[in-house]
């Protein structure tokens, strides 16, 4: 089968379950990792047979695809802020929300221009934390997390980026102490009610972790709420939280925080959607 015969067999396979916009981005993904041609050279080649091993294995892509499977996990890779990550079904797909949060981290250290201590809480991949110290290398930054599946990733993160970055396994929510005070909390933790599994897409339910993105109906907020607490006993002179939220839930978070005695402000993403606040106490 030559390259245009495999396009049109993903093609045929595939139009049914997957919009034709993000299908096309899909095959070209799909087909740069198995022959190494990036799409100007898809286009160049697009008449060159493809070996068996090459078509076995763009099959089972496909079959993954059909079951739902996000293409990150199939390739085992996601690109967060201009670097690639390994990823798999331990860890969260980095989103393009999330490095508006990074962004605004960076600005915030940008501004105070000295070496700060920062830690990402529920670091999963570790993206958070390895674009702040790359941006920021004078900075200490230390990633946390729960899963110590999700820290190997991260761990195999840090070495092919080649960032230092202390890892900790711990678990917020039953032990509320840490070693040491920190300039920068961020977090993107757990923030999706266990009610709205019903109307979220299946690859998302099916295949990313529970543990790092739903939390129970009666308390949405038990993260933030946990989060914040250690920042009155860890936070140093002037530190600040910043925080990834759901849409909705910006009021009840402004209303959280001012009631602990933190002065907190909300940004929109580039969505127009509630998604970041920035804290400070009083």
């Known amino acids: 089968m030559s390259l245009q015969e495999i396009k049109n067999f993903l093609k045929q396979k595939l139009s049914a379950k997957i919009d034709a916009i993000e299908l096309s981005s899909l095959i070209g ?3 740069e990792e198995v022959t190494g041609w990036n799409r100007m050279q898809q286009i160049v080649n ?11 294995t763009i099959e089972l892509y496909a079959t ?70 790359l941006a920021l290398p004078s900075c200490t930054v230390t990633g946390l997390d729960i899963s110590k599946e999700a820290l190997e990733v991260a761990t195999m993160n840090a070495l092919h980026l080649n960032a230092s970055i202390q890892w900790i396994a711990h678990d917020i929510l039953s032990e509320n102490t840490l ?32 543990l790092a993105l739903f939390v129970p109906n009666e308390d949405p907020l ?6 914040a607490t250690l920042g009155k006993k860890y936070l140093s002179a002037n530190g600040q939280l910043f925080f990834e939220i759901h849409y909705d839930q910006g009021k009840a978070l ?14 929109k993403d580039s969505f127009g959607k509630n998604r970041m606040i920035r804290a400070s106490l009083k």
């Open 222 to 227: 038990i993260y933030y709420r946990t989060i």
């Open 179 to 210: 070693a040491t005070t920190y300039d920068v909390i961020v977090s993107n933790p757990p923030y999706i009610p266990q009610r709205e599994k019903s109307t979220m897409q299946e690859q998302v339910v099916n295949h990313e972790p529970s």
């Open 46 to 56: 697009v008449n060159t047979p493809l070996t068996k091993e090459q078509i076995e």
């Open 29 to 31: 993904m799909l087909l």
């Open 64 to 133: 993954q695809l059909l079951s739902g499977k996000p293409i990150q996990y199939i390739l085992g890779k996601a690109w967060f802020m201009g670097n690639e990550l390994k990823v798999n079904e331990h860890v969260l797909i980095p989103r393009p929300e999330t490095e508006e949060l990074v962004e605004w981290v960076i600005s915030y250290a940008s501004i105070i221009n000295k070496p700060l201590q920062i830690i990402d809480m529920g670091t999963g991949s570790g993206c958070i934390a390895l674009a702040l110290k």
């Open 254 to 267: 402004l209303s959280m925080l001012d009631e602990m005695h933190y002065h907190a402000e909300l940004r």
